[in-house]
């Protein structure tokens, strides 16, 4: 068993100062309050102003994105993707069983249904061999160019991987196979703001990457969200959606099609300036704690979750891998009663009951990782 004490006086160490050391707290030492009285006092807080269109710029030039659409949060960015990725009642979505609900969720928005393809242990992310798998073993291309699953005859439209607590997953080799089988690729980088795999950032290997700005994540501005893509018709079109698909007019009330109100409003996105504006801070702080954590856990063999080779990650959460689901539970148990916060992993997507009848095959990964995974303290330190 490992010596828990010695781990919790530790994070103690880390974090001094703190009755409950909290998982990610939320840090607003920059220009929050400035851009957040300077839209007040505008009056410009809702879905026009200035603070979301620098923020759309500040997103292209943080990934190097050639568009970047601001989005009320990371659930509607994703429902927003999969309509424009062209997600239709009955498709099937290709995701992850160790993801967070809203992947899940926003594929259930369109009558769509996930197909569970398990994860690689030491990215957490989806497993690009198991995603060949399935596609060799279950689906064919058919005459229209699609994909199809020959099990439950659905279209394979497309596969949503996520890059777990801002570790990037093997999004090169996901995106090639995405490519040979006609399948839409978007990637859910709602964790994964300042990571990059091959020196490109999170979110712009396939059609559309998708991010959270949540109260918990690494860059917060309350609720927020956003896509980023480098597709010019894309873009527009995620625009003209998310206003409601409101055509320009000075005066004139004109909506061409059916839309959303999925922008984000100009006072979160004031708040997100200021966050974004720090984000290379932010994440120096957070790699700083990262190689803090992997001292102790390299001299007292314990496993946790690294880059691999070729990946920058922003560390949004640090990892620990226990042994076994019973050490899982005393971790948590011991940490969280002595003033610790530390989490499992989400439940699996499979088990829950709106998923457990969705296509799936071999979860050994996830399962596995379900059982022995903890987050502990990870939130940026000033
Ligand atoms: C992987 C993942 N996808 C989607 C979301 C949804 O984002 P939001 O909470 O901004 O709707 C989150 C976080 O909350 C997430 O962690």
Redesign the pocket.
């Known amino acids: 068993m490992k010596d828990f004490k010695k781990i919790t006086d530790f994070i103690k160490g880390l974090f001094p100062g703190f009755e409950k050391i909290p998982l990610h707290a939320p840090i607003f030492n920059g220009n929050e309050k400035k851009y957040v009285i300077e839209t007040i006092d505008s009056t410009y807080v809702s879905s026009v102003g200035s603070f979301v269109n620098r923020f759309e710029e500040m997103m292209c030039e943080i990934t190097g994105a050639k568009y970047a659409i601001a989005i009320v949060?990371?659930?509607?960015?994703?429902h927003l993707s999969m309509i424009l990725a062209g997600v239709e009642d009955k498709d099937e979505v290709l995701s992850q069983s160790l993801?967070?609900i809203?992947?899940c969720n926003?594929i259930s928005y369109l009558n769509a249904t996930p197909v569970f393809i398990d994860i690689d242990k030491d990215t957490l992310g989806m497993s690009p061999n198991s995603l060949l798998n399935f596609l060799e073993q279950y689906a064919e291309k058919k005459n229209d160019g699609f994909t199809y699953n020959k099990q439950t005859g659905k279209r394979i439209k497309v596969c949503i991987p996520?890059h777990?607590f801002g570790f990037p997953c093997r999004i090169d080799e996901i995106s090639k196979i995405c490519k040979q089988y006609n399948i839409v690729l978007i990637e859910?980088a709602?964790?994964s703001i300042g990571s990059y795999y091959q020196e490109v950032h999170t979110g712009l290997f396939g059609l559309m990457g998708?991010f959270?700005?949540?109260g918990?994540?690494t860059v917060t501005c309350g609720?927020?969200?956003a896509i980023i893509t480098n597709d010019a018709e894309i873009a527009r079109k995620a625009k003209h959606l998310s206003t409601q698909a409101k055509v320009s007019h000075p005066w004139s009330f004109i909506h061409d099609e059916i839309g959303f109100n999925y922008r984000m409003p100009n006072i979160n996105a004031a708040l997100a300036c200021a966050q974004l504006e720090q984000l290379n801070l932010f994440v120096e702080s957070k790699r700083i704690l990262a190689k803090q954590y992997a001292q102790l856990f390299d001299q007292n063999n314990l496993q946790y979750v690294k880059e691999i080779n070729g990946a920058k990650a922003n560390f949004w959460l640090n990892t620990l891998i226990l042994e076994s689901s019973e050490e899982r539970d005393l971790f948590l148990e011991f940490t969280n009663s002595n003033g610790v916060m530390s989490r499992p992993v989400w439940n699996l997507m499979h088990t829950l009951p709106m998923f457990e009848n969705c296509f799936k095959i071999d979860l050994s990964n996830s399962i596995w990782i379900a059982d022995r995974l903890v987050n502990i303290p990870s939130s940026v330190r000033w």
């Open positions: 949060n990371g659930t509607s960015a994703l993801t967070f809203a992947t926003a996520m777990s859910d709602a964790e998708t959270s700005f949540n918990n994540k609720g927020g969200g």
